[in-house]
C-alpha cells in the first residue's frame, strides 16, 4: 500500500509536470527566452567553475628543477614510535608521532602540457601526506599504519584528483605523484626534503641521519 501511493505521488507530479511544459511551450517566442536563461545558467556555472579553479590552483606552489620544500626532523618516544617534526617552506611547524622504522613523504604534483608549457609555467606542488613503515613484513601486516594528511581538500573539487580522471576538461594539466623512497627514522636525525618535478629527494643534513642511511643500505 505504501508503494502504491508512493508511485501514485509519483504520478501525479509527473502529469503536474507535463502540463506546464505544455503550457510553456504554448507561449509564442519561448525558444529565445529559453537560450537566453540557459546562457545565463551556464555563464553563472562557469564563473562558479573558474573560482573553484583559481582557488584549487591558489594552494599549489611553483616548483623549480629542483627545489627545498621542507625540513624533517626525528626525535624517539619508544620503540618503533617517533615525533616528527616538518617544517615546511613557508616556516609553518606541524609535528606527528609516526609508527614504525621508516618514514615517507608524498605531494601532488601539477605539469603543463600544450601551449601551456611552451609559455614557460613551471610546475607546482603540494605537499600531501606523511606516513611511517615497518622494516618487517610481518609488522607491516600485523600493525596499526600511522599516515597524516599535509593539506587541505581541494574547494568545490580536487584539481589534482580533476586532472587526473577528466583530462578531457583539463587538456593542459598534467596530474602526478611524487613520493620519496622510504627513508630511516633514528633519534635526532635531520633531513632537508627537496623536490623536483619526478618526486622527492630526501637528503642527511647531520651525522645521526647519514648513519641511519648507510646503516639501512
Not at 614504525?100 to 613523504?105: C, K, R, S
Not at 602526478?176 to 635531520?190: E, L, N, Q
Amino acid at each position: 500500500m505504501q508503494f502504491s501511493g508512493l508511485a501514485f505521488f509519483i504520478i501525479l507530479i509527473a502529469i503536474a509536470s507535463l502540463l506546464f511544459a505544455v503550457f510553456i511551450l504554448w507561449r509564442p517566442h519561448w525558444i529565445l527566452a529559453w537560450l537566453k536563461g540557459s546562457a545565463g545558467l551556464g555563464l553563472i556555472a562557469l564563473a562558479v567553475f573558474l573560482v573553484f579553479l583559481a582557488a584549487n590552483f591558489n594552494g599549489y606552489k611553483g616548483l623549480s628543477e629542483e627545489e627545498p620544500v621542507a625540513t624533517l626532523s626525528f626525535s624517539q618516544e619508544s620503540s618503533q614510535r617517533y615525533l616528527a617534526t616538518l617544517v615546511d617552506a613557508s616556516g609553518v611547524e606541524s609535528e606527528f608521532s609516526l609508527d614504525g622504522d621508516l618514514w615517507q613523504i608524498d605531494a601532488k604534483i601539477i605539469k603543463w602540457k600544450g601551449y601551456l608549457l611552451a609559455m614557460g609555467l613551471a610546475p607546482g606542488y603540494k605537499l600531501d601526506r606523511i606516513q611511517g613503515r615497518y622494516l618487517s613484513i610481518e609488522q607491516e601486516r600485523r600493525k596499526s599504519r600511522t599516515v597524516y594528511g599535509l593539506s587541505s581538500p581541494g574547494i568545490g573539487f580536487d584539481l589534482w584528483d580533476a586532472a587526473r580522471k577528466n583530462a578531457f576538461w583539463l587538456p593542459g594539466v598534467d596530474a602526478s605523484y611524487g613520493s620519496a623512497t622510504f627513508v630511516p627514522m633514528a633519534d635526532g636525525a635531520i633531513y632537508a626534503v627537496n623536490l623536483s618535478s619526478t618526486g622527492f629527494i630526501a637528503r642527511p643534513l647531520n651525522p645521526t641521519a647519514e648513519k641511519a642511511i648507510a646503516t639501512w643500505k
